[in-house]
């Protein structure tokens, strides 16, 4: 089973992330299959390929509960500035 996770990098008490997809049953800081998105949770800055997310997921990857909160904030993000 697939899983979008995130991987950690980044310095000592300065976390950062990339949104990868992986196997589920490799480490978190294992090789990805493919890298997604970013997420620095110190300035809250994040970037996501929300297309190759869409595609992974009807191909059957399953989200954490962090990356799933991130996908839900992009996309809230995205209609607001087509509204706009």
Do not use: C
């Not at 950062?16 to 992986?22: A, E, G, K």
């Not at 994040?46 to 989200?63: C, D, V």
């Not at 954490?64 to 087509?82: D, S, Y």
Request: proline fraction near 4%.
């Amino acid at each position: 089973m697939l899983k979008i996770r995130l991987k950690r990098f980044g310095r000592k008490k300065q976390p950062s992330y990339r949104i990868i997809i992986i196997d589920s049953k490799k480490r978190r800081d294992g090789k990805a299959l493919e890298e997604v998105g970013f997420y620095n949770p110190i300035t809250k800055q994040t970037k996501l390929n929300i297309i190759k997310i869409q595609q992974r997921i009807q191909e059957g990857a399953q989200p954490t509960k962090t990356v799933n909160n991130l996908i839900v904030k992009a996309m809230a993000k995205q209609i607001h500035n087509q509204e706009n």
